[in-house]
């Protein structure tokens, strides 16, 4: 059987104009939320959202602080107003003890209320008949953050306990200093004493601080004389 010859296929006749160029095809817009900085600026915003909205909540209930001044009770337990106490032993010769007392407790109370916007504020040293415990007030009508003692790995120290330790006794929370003690020993309670203590709610906050260790070393009697304040400031 004989192959039939290739057919040949008719040509399409030249145009009389050439063929426009097709126009690009745009690329497609990205998204804005495919561009980093864009996506970098909404996890900004989103990261600031987490922290801010919280913020402006406690913010809208906390309220604008209180002026309302405080006054400093006389007496907390056993202790008296320092200055009355020094003047008792001798009110000559301690009026300069007295008036840097004065000053202290009074710059201290201004820096409170500034740092607290503004909010009433109460600042009072408080010292024993014999001058050798002391301890100082400070109370401020606004609430402030918990205690926090810093995170020590007694474990890899080969302590007993950390050196600084967060105490609770009711509303009240205290940091008590504790000397360095190997693992398997108690802690000297001859060289253990308490930094200060506090107390806080929404329109208050009672914080004592210990001047000095002699007299400071047990929690539950800071403890005590912070409520006391806290009652007498509360009413």
Known sequence: MTAEPPQDLPLEPAPAHPAPTPAPTPAPRRSL??????????????????????????S???????????????????????????????????????????????ETAA???????????????????????????IAVRAPSPELVAPYEDIEALGLAVPGTELVRAGAVQCLR????????????????FVVNCQRTGPGLTVTLR???????RDPRELTAIVNEAWEILSR
């Open 33 to 58: 939320l495919a561009r980093p900085a864009v996506t970098g600026l909404i996890g900004f915003l989103a990261g600031a959202a987490l922290v801010g909205v919280p913020w402006l909540v406690l």
């Open 210 to 216: 210990s001047l000095s260790s002699q007299g400071n």
């Open 60 to 106: 809208l209930f906390a309220g604008t602080p209180s002026g309302r001044s405080l006054a400093a009770p006389p007496r907390l337990g056993d202790l008296s107003r320092a200055q009355d106490a020094i003047a008792k032993l001798d009110s000559v010769k301690g009026q300069s003890t007295i008036a840097r007392i004065d000053k202290t407790d009074r």
């Open 177 to 192: 200093h504790n000397p360095s003690t190997p693992v398997g020993s108690e802690p000297d309670p001859e060289q253990s």
């Open 111 to 137: 820096r409170t209320s500034a740092a607290y916007g503004g909010a009433g504020t109460i600042v009072q040293q408080y010292q024993d008949d014999g001058l050798r415990r002391g301890v100082q007030l």
